[in-house]
Nanobody, 120 residues
Framework: QVQLVESGGGLVQAGGSLRLSCAAS????????MGWYRQAPGKQRELVAH???????NYADSVKGRFTIYRDYAKNTVYLQMNSLKPEDTAVYYC??????????????WGQGTQVTVSS
Protein backbone atom coordinates (compact mmCIF):
# COMPACT_ATOMS: atom_id res chain seq x y z
CA GLN A 1 0.00 0.00 0.00
CA VAL A 2 1.17 3.51 -0.88
CA GLN A 3 0.30 6.82 0.72
CA LEU A 4 0.84 10.40 -0.44
CA VAL A 5 0.88 13.12 2.21
CA GLU A 6 0.78 16.80 1.28
CA SER A 7 1.80 19.75 3.40
CA GLY A 8 2.60 23.43 3.07
CA GLY A 9 -0.73 24.98 2.19
CA GLY A 10 -2.04 28.07 3.90
CA LEU A 11 -3.20 31.65 3.61
CA VAL A 12 -0.98 34.23 1.94
CA GLN A 13 -1.36 37.68 0.47
CA ALA A 14 -1.14 38.29 -3.25
CA GLY A 15 2.48 38.38 -4.33
CA GLY A 16 3.55 36.01 -1.60
CA SER A 17 5.05 32.54 -1.78
CA LEU A 18 4.35 29.04 -0.54
CA ARG A 19 6.09 25.72 -0.94
CA LEU A 20 4.00 22.58 -1.10
CA SER A 21 5.49 19.20 -0.28
CA CYS A 22 4.27 15.71 -1.05
CA ALA A 23 5.94 12.61 0.33
CA ALA A 24 5.20 9.12 -0.92
CA SER A 25 5.63 6.16 1.38
CA UNK A 26 4.82 2.49 1.53
CA UNK A 27 5.56 -0.49 -0.68
CA UNK A 28 7.20 1.49 -3.48
CA UNK A 29 9.28 -0.11 -6.17
CA UNK A 30 9.57 2.93 -8.41
CA UNK A 31 7.91 6.26 -9.14
CA UNK A 32 7.59 7.31 -12.75
CA UNK A 33 5.97 10.71 -12.41
CA MET A 34 4.80 13.02 -9.64
CA GLY A 35 2.74 16.13 -9.98
CA TRP A 36 0.20 18.59 -8.71
CA TYR A 37 -3.40 19.27 -9.64
CA ARG A 38 -5.71 21.89 -8.24
CA GLN A 39 -9.43 22.42 -8.01
CA ALA A 40 -11.12 25.74 -7.38
CA PRO A 41 -14.81 26.10 -6.46
CA GLY A 42 -17.03 25.53 -9.47
CA LYS A 43 -14.15 24.47 -11.70
CA GLN A 44 -12.76 21.21 -13.02
CA ARG A 45 -9.63 19.78 -11.51
CA GLU A 46 -6.67 20.90 -13.61
CA LEU A 47 -3.05 19.93 -13.97
CA VAL A 48 -0.66 22.46 -12.46
CA ALA A 49 2.70 20.78 -13.00
CA HIS A 50 4.32 17.39 -13.22
CA UNK A 51 7.81 15.95 -13.27
CA UNK A 52 9.04 12.62 -14.60
CA UNK A 53 11.74 10.32 -13.27
CA UNK A 54 14.02 11.93 -15.84
CA UNK A 55 13.29 15.38 -14.37
CA UNK A 56 11.35 16.56 -17.40
CA UNK A 57 8.76 19.10 -16.33
CA ASN A 58 5.48 20.43 -17.63
CA TYR A 59 3.46 23.40 -16.39
CA ALA A 60 0.06 24.86 -16.97
CA ASP A 61 0.27 28.10 -18.93
CA SER A 62 -1.26 30.00 -16.04
CA VAL A 63 1.65 29.20 -13.70
CA LYS A 64 4.66 29.25 -16.02
CA GLY A 65 7.36 31.55 -14.74
CA ARG A 66 5.86 31.61 -11.24
CA PHE A 67 5.80 27.99 -10.07
CA THR A 68 8.62 25.47 -10.00
CA ILE A 69 8.26 21.73 -9.50
CA TYR A 70 11.20 19.67 -8.31
CA ARG A 71 11.85 16.32 -6.79
CA ASP A 72 13.98 14.71 -4.09
CA TYR A 73 14.47 11.20 -5.43
CA ALA A 74 16.01 9.83 -2.25
CA LYS A 75 13.01 10.94 -0.18
CA ASN A 76 10.30 10.11 -2.74
CA THR A 77 9.14 13.69 -2.34
CA VAL A 78 7.94 16.29 -4.81
CA TYR A 79 7.76 20.01 -4.14
CA LEU A 80 5.90 22.87 -5.72
CA GLN A 81 7.47 26.27 -5.12
CA MET A 82 4.82 28.90 -5.76
CA ASN A 83 5.91 32.51 -6.13
CA SER A 84 4.05 35.67 -7.09
CA LEU A 85 0.79 34.11 -5.98
CA LYS A 86 -2.46 35.52 -7.30
CA PRO A 87 -6.01 35.27 -5.94
CA GLU A 88 -6.89 33.02 -8.88
CA ASP A 89 -4.38 30.48 -7.55
CA THR A 90 -6.75 29.83 -4.65
CA ALA A 91 -7.71 26.15 -4.75
CA VAL A 92 -7.25 22.80 -3.12
CA TYR A 93 -3.98 21.38 -4.39
CA TYR A 94 -3.66 17.63 -4.82
CA CYS A 95 -0.49 15.64 -5.16
CA UNK A 96 -0.48 12.70 -7.55
CA UNK A 97 2.01 10.05 -8.54
CA UNK A 98 2.20 7.03 -10.77
CA UNK A 99 3.86 4.36 -8.68
CA UNK A 100 4.86 0.77 -9.25
CA UNK A 101 4.53 -1.17 -6.03
CA UNK A 102 6.84 -3.96 -4.93
CA UNK A 103 4.21 -6.43 -6.12
CA UNK A 104 4.69 -5.15 -9.66
CA UNK A 105 1.30 -3.44 -9.72
CA UNK A 106 1.32 0.09 -11.11
CA UNK A 107 -1.30 2.62 -10.04
CA UNK A 108 -2.08 6.32 -9.87
CA UNK A 109 -2.20 7.62 -6.30
CA TRP A 110 -3.65 10.81 -4.88
CA GLY A 111 -3.15 12.77 -1.72
CA GLN A 112 -5.96 14.23 0.34
CA GLY A 113 -5.30 17.79 -0.78
CA THR A 114 -4.04 20.95 0.87
CA GLN A 115 -5.81 24.30 0.79
CA VAL A 116 -4.07 27.32 -0.71
CA THR A 117 -5.80 30.65 -0.24
CA VAL A 118 -4.44 33.88 -1.72
CA SER A 119 -5.99 37.10 -0.50
CA SER A 120 -6.13 40.30 -2.52
Amino acid sequence: QVQLVESGGGLVQAGGSLRLSCAASGSIFSIYTMGWYRQAPGKQRELVAHITSGSNTNYADSVKGRFTIYRDYAKNTVYLQMNSLKPEDTAVYYCTAHITETTGWGSDYWGQGTQVTVSS
